[in-house]
């Protein structure tokens, strides 16, 4: 896409809204004692289920959970605390976990806030030519300094892209009647905010909620689009640099997954 194509209320208004939705996850192995604990492990996202908070993530970032401990760390807090619940875990082609958060949301202030039902979609339908976004946290922008964790958030916007069937030669394997594929090379990256460097390498964004924005569905219909149009449309679980595509999850095929009991 070119620098224009995107008008930079879309890029500020997407970004304002899915940041509040978005966790780090750390991971914290057994007899872990550095200053700060533990290390970037992944990205997540909050949802609400019947009013009651829930994080979810990819299966390959919380299978961690059998080795030492998850942490994460919601939007507006310095801190992270344990997730507290064990992840439900789904791995590929599914590669989606969740895990219930009613034991960890108060203990720390915060203002993260959880993705209402009204905002996940039914199916992954994006008109032809729409933007889908991602935001989540890369490794190589995650420091330890003065005993706590640094990482700074990427937001990417991509367009959904055939499937690469190149894909299909590297592990771990995509599947093209499970999964998306969108254009995603930081060669081709183009900065949409003042002061963004090149595009860093995406591991670490593992586990990052796909955001259907719908905005050229929106105004194509002559209608005026809102942050609230958006839609949670999948999740993003692989990259790769050899073919620079990003790998999704529909929505459809782990929305059933987001009903859990209490």
Known sequence: MTKNAL?????DQMGDLVER???AITSIPVGDDRLPPGDHHGTGWLIDIDGHPFICTCEHVANFQNEGVLGYSCYGSANGISVGKEFELHPLPLDFAIASLNSSWGIISHQGVCIPQSMI??????????YLYFYGFPGSEAKALFEEHYIQGTGVFMHEIEFVQKTLEEEPRADPEMHICMSLSPVDA??????TRE???PQGMSGSALWNTRYREVTDQGKKWAPEDARLTGIVWGASQKTGVA???PIEHFRHLMRMPV
Do not use: D, K, Y
Request: proline share 17%; no cysteine.
């Open 7 to 11: 008008p930079q209320f879309l890029v």
């Open 21 to 23: 939705f978005t966790t």
């Open 121 to 130: 979609a039914a199916v992954h339908s994006p008109v032809e030519g729409e």
């Open 190 to 195: 183009i900065p949409l905010t003042p002061g």
């Open 199 to 201: 595009l860093p390498l």
């Open 247 to 249: 790998v999704a999850t």
